[in-house]
T-cell receptor, first 115, second 112 residues
Framework: KAGVTQTPRYLIKTRGQQVTLSCSPI?????VSWYQQTPGQGLQFLFE???????NKGNFPGRFSGRQFSNSRSEMNVSTLELGDSALYLC??????????????FGPGTRLLVL | GENVEQHPSTLSVQEGDSAVIKCTYS??????FPWYKQELGKGPQLIID?????GEKKDQRIAVTLNKTAKHFSLHITETQPEDSAVYFC???????????FGTGTRLKVLA
């Protein structure tokens, strides 16, 4: 079974631009979560989607948004990019999204560099 | 707020020795504790997990222990090998939150 796939793998943008990242979960998985990983802040939760509904959101500004499609694929968008948005953005999927005691499987991430 | 502390931040061991990484969580509602290994250029990969109704779990050279009273859980790797070198993250999750709170990571170096 294929794992979580993320596209693109690498991205370079300039300040003020916007970016959209894509995530395809493991087949059959219905929950998709997004995390930001930086050397200074570590792994931080962005948001989680299940059946096209956002069920939880982390402490990030409104410039960070996401959505999930009916086939469980998800996208996240960052508008008005800032230098501090440079990070590895990780997507994770889980089977039923029961909200606890369920394993999340991570993709390879999209590395975003903002110049 | 919710927090997971992880120690040490770096750990060097000789090949064949054991390695122990410790985490402490703050949210008493946490009931699921996965451990991930992240190699350079890759996403985190699950290596072992434990649920709150279990005190210890073992999978070959890897074991995890959980002390709910003290809100501590630990990763034990025995007979370390050079391929164990990576960054290890602990995490905690509570039912209904749909998210993991991660520790800050431990860079493990196994010296041949």
């Amino acid at each position: 079974k294929a794992g979580v796939t993320q596209t693109p793998r690498y991205l370079i943008k300039t300040r003020g631009q916007q970016v959209t990242l894509s995530c395809s979960p493991i087949s059959g998985h219905r929950s998709v979560s997004w995390y930001q990983q930086t050397p200074g802040q570590g792994l931080q939760f962005l948001f989680e989607y299940f059946s096209e509904t956002q069920r939880n959101k982390g402490n990030f500004p409104g410039r960070f948004s996401g959505r999930q499609f009916s086939n469980s694929r998800s996208e996240m968008n960052v508008s008005t990019l800032e230098l501090g948005d440079s990070a590895l953005y990780l997507c994770a999927s889980s089977l039923a999204g029961t909200g606890g005691q369920e394993t999340q499987y991570f993709g390879p991430g999209t590395r975003l560099l903002v110049l | 707020g919710e927090n997971v502390e992880q120690h040490p931040s770096t750990l060097s061991v000789q090949e064949g020795d054991s390695a122990v990484i410790k985490c402490t969580y703050s949210d008493s509602a946490s009931n699921y504790f996965p451990w991930y290994k992240q190699e350079l250029g890759k996403g985190p990969q699950l290596i072992i997990d434990i649920r709150s109704n279990v005190g210890e779990k073992k999978d070959q050279r890897i074991a995890v222990t959980l002390n709910k009273t003290a809100k501590h859980f630990s990763l034990h790797i025995t007979e370390t090998q050079p391929e164990d070198s990576a960054v290890y993250f602990c995490a905690a999750s509570a039912s209904g939150t749909y998210k993991y709170i991660f520790g800050t990571g431990t860079r493990l170096k196994v010296l041949a």
